[in-house]
């Protein structure tokens, strides 16, 4: 589990050291001391196993969701476009079909 997954609290080891969690970006090592923990750390848990994560954590959106509100704002978008008939430049179509591929290529990566 990544760092930014775990509650304030949670006890894991990172690189042979023993820490608690105390903010965000800040964990408290065992027996003094403050580190800020990278976000691609791979942590392991100590005190029991970790409270699992929700399945979609505070703040974290469904991709579902997202790539359905996309696709709306893209037909609305190319609607928008093909009402403005020949006010438009007529690659601007293509561009934007072409943005919202790299659009979902992205989520896709990060989901």
Same mark, same amino acid.
């Given at each position: 589990m990544k760092f #930014?997954? !775990?509650p304030d609290g949670a006890r894991f080891e990172y %690189? +042979?050291? /023993?820490?608690?969690?105390?903010?965000?970006l800040v964990a408290a090592e065992e027996g003094g001391g403050q580190r800020m923990i990278p976000r691609y750390a791979v942590l392991r848990p100590l005190a029991g196993d970790w409270p699992k994560q929700p %399945? /979609? &954590? %505070? +703040? #974290? &959106?469904?991709?579902a969701k997202v790539l359905a509100a996309f696709a709306e *704002? %893209?037909? $609305? $978008? !190319?609607? !928008? !476009? &093909?009402a403005t008939g020949d006010a438009a430049p007529p690659t601007l179509q293509a561009e934007l079909e072409a943005a919202g591929?790299? *659009?979902r290529n992205k989520i896709k990566q990060h989901s």
């Open positions: #930014q997954h !775990l %690189e +042979g050291r /023993h820490y608690t969690k105390i903010s965000p %399945e /979609h &954590a %505070e +703040g #974290q &959106a469904d991709m *704002f %893209e037909r $609305t $978008t !190319l609607r !928008l !476009l &093909a591929r790299v *659009f």
